[in-house]
């Protein structure tokens, strides 16, 4: 939802209602976006659909990243992106 749909509320939904409609494939994160799981420290960007390990503080700082700018989510997410470079 930050990242697709920010101006987006959730609304709660019964399951019953929500079996009506097809599903579709997990929506991935933009290029540009940075991803952590709250079970690891490494941070990535996602950049050509593939999440890439920033190495450390001091490159990510380099870079002109913005901790505020990362996105916690959980591993089945983050496994939507293959691990590149």
Do not use: C
């Amino acid at each position: 939802m930050l990242t697709k749909f920010p101006e987006r509320k959730i609304i709660g939904s019964d399951p019953q209602e929500l079996s009506q409609f097809p599903t579709a494939s997990p929506v991935s994160f933009n290029d540009g976006s940075l991803v952590k799981s709250p079970d690891s420290p490494t941070v990535y960007v996602i950049s050509a659909s593939q999440k890439r390990p920033i190495p450390s503080e001091e490159v990510f700082n380099t870079l002109g990243y913005k901790w505020e700018s990362i996105i916690t989510t959980n591993e089945k997410s983050l496994t939507l992106h293959p691990t590149g470079e």
